[in-house]
């Protein structure tokens, strides 16, 4: 059996979410970064399980969405701020720490926990490894994640003008290094 440490400066976590609603066209479409991750897999020939940890106050707004394209100028600090300030008081209320556990028997295909302090989702995750050198993995992949899977109540805006659409894409870019 094989473990490895998630590199942290040398991964990313994106969530994406959308607006949607009459007026969705005055809302924002956001990515979100996570900028404190950690976590370790464990290989055993193709099988292998992993644990990532998303430190909540570390989630930051990188910008909206136009389309696929970051726009990372589009938002005011104030903006940014109070978004960030919402996710971690209102959305993820009394989350600290998001824990997903994933498994699989293959590199390509993950079974997948996601935990929060509201309840926890399971899904399915596409995903594509590769050798970096020196050991090290590299693990690319996305996947959908319901909020309402997860407990967490609605997000609309004022008088429901518009809402956040329920499933977020989520992306990984992550590498992985033997441990010691």
């Given at each position: 059996m094989?473990e490895?440490?998630?590199?942290p400066?040398?991964?990313?976590?994106?969530?994406?979410?959308?607006?949607?609603?009459?007026?969705?066209?005055?809302?924002?479409?956001?990515?979100i970064?996570?900028?404190?991750?950690?976590?370790?897999?464990?290989?055993?020939?193709?099988?292998?399980?992993?644990?990532l940890?998303?430190?909540?106050?570390?989630?930051?707004?990188a910008?909206i969405?136009?389309?696929?394209?970051?726009?990372?100028?589009a938002?005011?600090?104030?903006?940014?701020?109070?978004?960030?300030r919402?996710?971690?008081?209102e959305?993820l209320?009394?989350?600290?720490?998001v824990?997903?556990?994933?498994?699989g028997?293959t590199?390509d295909?993950?079974?997948?926990?996601?935990?929060?302090?509201?309840?926890?989702?399971?899904?399915t995750a596409?995903?594509?490894?590769?050798?970096?050198?020196d050991?090290?993995?590299?693990?690319v992949?996305?996947?959908?994640?319901?909020l309402?899977?997860?407990?967490?109540?609605?997000i609309?805006?004022?008088l429901g003008?518009?809402r956040v659409?329920?499933?977020l894409e989520?992306?990984?870019?992550?590498?992985?290094?033997?441990?010691?």
């Amino acid at each position: 059996m094989n473990e490895l440490h998630l590199d942290p400066a040398a991964s990313r976590l994106v969530v994406r979410t959308r607006a949607i609603g009459m007026l969705a066209r005055l809302a924002h479409d956001l990515e979100i970064t996570a900028a404190r991750l950690r976590g370790r897999a464990r290989l055993d020939g193709a099988s292998w399980t992993a644990e990532l940890e998303v430190d909540v106050a570390g989630l930051r707004v990188a910008g909206i969405l136009r389309g696929d394209r970051l726009d990372p100028d589009a938002l005011s600090a104030g903006d940014r701020r109070e978004i960030e300030r919402r996710m971690r008081e209102e959305v993820l209320r009394g989350t600290e720490v998001v824990a997903v556990r994933a498994s699989g028997a293959t590199r390509d295909r993950a079974e997948v926990r996601v935990q929060v302090a509201s309840g926890s989702a399971a899904l399915t995750a596409r995903l594509s490894s590769h050798d970096r050198g020196d050991g090290a993995v590299g693990v690319v992949g996305g996947c959908q994640l319901s909020l309402s899977a997860l407990g967490v109540p609605e997000i609309k805006g004022p008088l429901g003008a518009f809402r956040v659409r329920d499933e977020l894409e989520i992306l990984v870019d992550l590498t992985l290094r033997p441990a010691g």
